[in-house]
Nanobody, 123 residues
């Protein structure tokens, strides 16, 4: 499977914003639920957010609610993760996942995942 391609990470001051993108390359993800997970140094991967195939359903981890918005542009076959009011604890590598379905959104329960994009938040 050709994995998705993430971009948009970077270095940002606490309280700032970033928008991560997850694009299809060589295949389509339009018929897939998609998710974002992250992994901080020395920690396990953790679920961040997911969006259904239609885009009508969205699910967020409690620690990012009200600060992060997941969306998808079907025409561009691209998914986004808008992150606002970033905190230093949001520092991690963020990965886009092609989910197996909507029934299990656990981090790692997926068909494919990208190389990740680094987000570093400094105080």
């Amino acid at each position: 499977q050709v994995p998705p391609v993430e971009s948009g990470g970077g270095l940002v001051q606490a309280g700032g914003s970033l928008r991560l993108s997850c694009a299809a390359s060589g295949r389509t993800f339009r018929d897939r639920a998609m998710g974002w997970i992250r992994q901080a140094p020395g920690k396990e991967r953790e679920f961040v957010a997911a969006i259904s195939r239609s885009g009508k359903n969205r699910y967020y981890a409690d620690f990012v609610k009200d600060r992060i918005t997941i969306s998808r542009d079907t025409a561009q076959d691209t998914k986004y993760l808008q992150m606002d009011n970033l905190k230093t604890e949001d520092t991690a590598v963020y990965y886009c996942e092609e989910k197996r379905g909507w029934g299990n959104l656990d981090a790692g329960y997926c068909v494919s995942w990208g190389q990740g994009t680094q987000v570093t938040v400094y105080s």
